[in-house]
Structures are given as structure tokens and as C-alpha cells.
């Protein structure tokens, strides 16, 4: 089985940082691809920031330039950098992956609990 678990969400004013962890655990045999997606209520899941297969990322517009995915490839762990953070940032962030568990090669995506990033005007 694989565990994806998020930490460092919070509360923050708007101009302020935070910094995401999603910590991948379990039997795993290679992470194809790991990255952030973010939720309001009402609102579909959108991406916010990937790592796909070949190192390849992917920022959504509203990001770029204020975020920054990066990665731990030896502890499995995928951080998200947030700088002049915006209200509109405010949802609940959740890390997905897609995973290969055992020799068997089939891929499996996997998803994190989320964490809730609050910001304030």
C-alpha cells in the first residue's frame, strides 16, 4: 500500500509564504509523477504544480513566478514553495501521485488527504 501525506498548510496574510511537503510511503517501486492540485467548495480540482514523468513541470498560470515545486527523489517527498501568496489562493492543497507498487509494472494514482492553506486579506 501507498501513503501520501501532506504538511505545512496554515494560515498566512496575503504577501507571506508558506511551503508544502507531500511525503510518499509504502511499497514503491518508482514515482512516475507527483505534484500539487488545490480545491474550493463548489469549485472542480485544479492543478497547481507537477512534476510529470521525465522531470517535466508543469505550472498553472495563476502560479508561476510566485511558486515552486521541488523534490527529494531519495525520500520520496515533493515540496511546493509559496511566496507572495494571494486570498485567492485560499483552498484545500492535495498531492497526487502515480506509482508503480511492485515489479508487476502497473501504475496506480494515489492521493494525498490534503492541507488547508488559509489566506487572508
Known amino acids: 500500500q501507498v501513503q501520501l501525506v501532506e504538511s505545512g498548510g496554515g494560515l498566512v496574510q496575503a504577501g507571506g509564504s508558506l511551503r508544502l511537503s507531500c511525503v510518499a510511503s509504502?511499497?514503491?517501486?518508482?514515482?512516475?509523477?507527483m505534484g500539487w492540485y488545490r480545491q474550493t467548495p463548489g469549485k472542480q480540482r485544479e492543478l497547481v504544480a507537477t512534476?510529470?514523468?521525465?522531470?517535466?513541470?508543469n505550472y498553472a498560470d495563476s502560479v508561476k513566478g510566485r511558486f515552486t515545486i521541488s523534490r527529494d527523489n531519495a525520500k520520496n517527498t515533493v515540496y511546493l514553495q509559496m511566496n507572495s501568496l494571494k486570498p485567492e489562493d485560499t483552498a484545500v492543497y492535495y498531492c497526487k501521485a502515480r506509482v508503480v507498487p511492485n515489479e508487476r509494472g502497473y501504475e496506480y494514482q494515489y492521493w494525498g488527504q490534503g492541507t488547508q492553506v488559509t489566506v487572508s486579506s
Open positions: 509504502g511499497t514503491i517501486l518508482s514515482i512516475n509523477a
Open positions: 512534476f510529470s514523468s521525465g522531470a517535466t513541470i
